[in-house]
């Protein structure tokens, strides 16, 4: 069995944030692949479905923890728990800032990387589940990234959110079949793999004019060169025919 646990906080004031786009992503999979109605257990918002993976059918329990950010370990733990599930079938999505806009990487292990959501599993359960980093892009200034993570996305975001949301949901299967890079350039394929505002900003960036050509400088005409007094002598000594000196 798999378990996904999409990440964010609870209730109707925190439903459009950035840092609730995990459970934008399992809500996105329990519409494509029609899991049944989303029941209250574990702490949590659950949903049973099943995804059907190049590897065969795969039951798949989606977990979105009502426990807020930072103990959102309880919740997981408490339903893999009950279904015993290993580490290893575990898969968090979550928001990442440290990737542009749409893109999606995933990885197995490694640190929270200052994400409260992470690292709360990691501390009741261990280190080894699959985290599916999704990018909301860093606003460039570190004391702005409160205000942006728990900002609602903007209606400019829903270039790149709607179709990336989309393209999970589509790709889910490969997370089933434990097709990591699979999954990943199944999204990629279906978004493009960036923020599509930036490639219109480039594409409607005005061309800069190519640089006039550098004239070439006209040489100036040869200066005569001076006459020899023996210039006459040698020409007639050589039998050349040529100006002389003489008069």
């Keep these: 069995m798999l378990l996904l646990a999409g990440l964010g906080n609870p209730g ?11 459970f934008m992503a399992v809500d996105a999979i329990a519409a494509r692949h029609g899991f049944g109605p989303w029941k209250k257990q574990f702490k949590a918002e659950v949903a049973e479905g099943f995804l059907d993976s190049p590897r065969g059918r795969v039951k798949t329990l989606l977990v979105k923890p009502q426990t807020y950010m930072n103990l959102s370990g309880e919740a997981v733990q408490a339903a893999a728990h009950f279904y015993k599930i290993d580490l290893a079938d575990i898969a968090v999505l979550y928001d990442e800032l440290d990737l542009a806009a749409g893109k999606i990487r995933v990885k ?10 992470i690292r709360s599993i990691a501390g009741l359960m261990g280190e080894g589940f699959r985290r599916i980093r999704i990018g909301i ?6 004391a702005r ?37 699979g999954f990943m350039n199944r999204v990629t394929a279906l978004t493009g793999g960036a923020d599509p505002r930036k490639d219109k900003a480039k594409a409607d960036k005005p061309k800069a004019e ?8 006209t040489p100036a005409p040869a200066a005569p060169k001076p006459s020899s007094p ?6 007639r000594l050589t039998g050349k025919t040529g100006k002389s000196n003489e008069s």
């Design 12 to 22: 109707r004031d925190y439903a459009g944030h950035r840092h609730n786009v995990g």
């Design 108 to 117: 197995t292990g490694g640190g929270a990387a200052g994400h409260n959501g």
């Design 137 to 142: 892009a860093h606003p460039g200034d570190k």
């Design 145 to 181: 990234v409160t205000g942006h993570v728990l900002g609602n996305f903007s209606k400019d975001d829903q270039i790149w959110l709607v179709p990336t949301l989309d393209a999970i949901a589509d790709a889910a299967p490969l997370l089933a079949a434990g097709d990591d890079n």
């Design 210 to 217: 190519p640089p006039a050509p550098t004239p070439t400088p």
């Design 230 to 235: 023996f210039a006459g002598l040698l020409g």
